[in-house]
């Protein structure tokens, strides 16, 4: 099995990858929150800072492109391709509804016939590998089987399938029927997303569904950042090592923000994103917690953090998964 690190915007930068890579590695591939180029540039300031080489750590990560102009798209990987990346992704699953209004993540899925159009397009005028991240639909998740019919078209590397259609979000659970058989007729290698937040989740959908190879984790991973690793290497959890691991990890992705951002503010208020999920992960955090996302000034945030990491255990089976979404 080959395990995937999910984009999220404001969360998984090439900080938190890195870091991530550092003290819990296991991850086989990462892709990069998603990029928007517009006419006047193909990769913005934060984007491209975070796709720099220099930046990044990781073995292997793949950038994540968001467009429904193949012209725009063209020049993106053309700006890509310059900084020697040789595989891009087209995320067709963002179901924001500013993003969806555009036409663009999966509400280019209303539009079958552009989207194919678009699709004939990026794949004759560009020389990288690409990949699609795709919902099986708007309103009804047997559009799904329209869409792989245009899919199987194209010389996809990879086809991710999160087998929710826009109009769920994340609600409900995904439609692990319509995945099974798009996952057998697909032509591209397929890979699952959705839903695997925990060590449980996993081994119920790898026992349902074996003939999976790859899996995109999402929330999960940030919430539980030892998971990768301890499904790969089938280990329980040493409770202790892994706390004394995610503090380090804590310490240096703040450290870090304080540098790039050159203010406290915004370090602690990205930490706080990132504890949305973390917390989890930790019995009897509510209080703590509470405390943690009221800071405003670094010493009250490090003085909580270190409070929790005190006084907190870690779940033993691992985070509380009511209202964690999953991507």
């Not at 569904?209 to 690793?229: F, Q």
């Amino acid at each position: 099995m080959k395990f995937y690190v999910a984009p999220l915007e404001g969360v998984t930068g090439y900080i938190y990858r890195n870091a991530l890579e550092k003290y819990f590695p296991g991850a086989d591939r990462y892709f990069t929150p998603f990029i928007v180029p517009n006419q006047k540039h193909p990769l913005g300031k934060k984007e491209l800072r975070d796709i720099l080489p220099e930046n990044n750590y990781v073995k292997d990560l793949v950038p994540q492109i968001m467009t429904n102009d193949a012209d725009r798209f063209h020049e993106a990987v053309q700006e890509l391709q310059s900084y020697g990346y040789q595989e891009v992704n087209l995320n067709l699953g963002c179901p924001s509804g500013t993003v969806t209004a555009r036409k663009k993540g999966a509400g280019f899925l209303a539009y079958p016939e552009e989207l194919d159009q678009f699709l004939d397009r990026i794949f004759s005028e560009n020389e990288v590998r690409i990949s699609l991240k795709t919902r099986i639909g708007m309103k009804d998740p047997e559009e799904g089987f329209r869409l792989l019919e245009i899919y199987n078209q194209y010389p996809l590397s990879e086809l991710i399938i999160h087998p929710r259609t826009r109009e769920e979000f994340y609600k409900g659970e995904p439609h692990l029927d319509i995945y099974a058989q798009l996952e057998k007729a697909s032509r591209a290698p397929v890979c699952y997303n959705g839903n695997l937040l925990t060590a449980r989740d996993y081994e119920a959908f790898r026992a349902a569904y074996p003939d999976t190879e790859r899996v995109m984790l999402g929330r999960g991973v940030i919430a539980d950042t030892g998971l990768i690793g301890r499904l790969k290497s089938a280990a329980g959890r040493d409770l202790e090592s892994e706390k004394k691991l995610l503090y380090e990890f804590h310490a240096e992705i703040f450290a870090q923000y304080r540098e790039i951002f050159g203010e406290d503010r915004n370090a602690v208020f990205h930490m706080k994103e990132l504890w949305s999920y973390m917390l989890q992960n930790f019995e009897h955090s509510e209080k703590i917690g509470k405390k943690i996302r009221k800071a405003s000034k670094v010493s009250e945030y490090l003085c909580e953090v270190d409070r929790l990491f005190r006084e907190c255990d870690l779940r033993a089976d691992g985070p509380e998964t009511r209202g964690l979404i999953t991507i």
